[in-house]
């Protein structure tokens, strides 16, 4: 059983910085891809980014590629997302999600298995 719980959410102006953090409990963290997703008003769920178990390979959606930094220290059952140059499109609610029956980029929602609450961005122009 993994739980997991976000941070760090919070309003900017467009071209500002947040960094989102994901703490997760439990034994089998580091056995997990990590990823986060995002959900903005009226749409719905989309992948954002990935990493890999080990923390060697990560994978982004095209809209945050360069922009976004994802990271993870398993010492410390930590998954870090650095956002920049943020826009108003960014706005969302941002939630971790961790899952072991994947390898790969591990886009869909239904290959994770634990999610956190959720922690919302909202960016203004």
């Known amino acids: 059983q993994v739980q997991l719980v976000e941070s760090g959410g919070g309003s900017v102006q467009a071209g500002g910085s947040l960094r989102l953090s994901c703490a997760a409990s439990g034994r089998t963290f580091s056995s997990n891809v990590v990823g986060w997703f995002r959900q903005a008003p009226g749409k719905d769920r989309e992948f954002v980014t990935s990493i890999s178990r080990n923390g060697v390979n990560t994978y982004y959606a095209d809209s945050v590629q360069g922009r976004f930094t994802i990271s993870r220290d398993n010492a410390k059952n930590t998954v870090s997302l650095q956002m920049n140059s943020l826009n108003p499109e960014d706005t969302a609610v941002y939630s971790c999600?961790?899952?072991?029956?994947?390898?790969?980029?591990?886009?869909?929602?239904?290959?994770?298995?634990?999610w956190g609450q959720g922690t919302k961005v909202t960016v203004s122009s």
């Open positions: 999600a961790a899952g072991g029956r994947c390898a790969g980029p591990c886009k869909r929602p239904d290959y994770y298995d634990y």
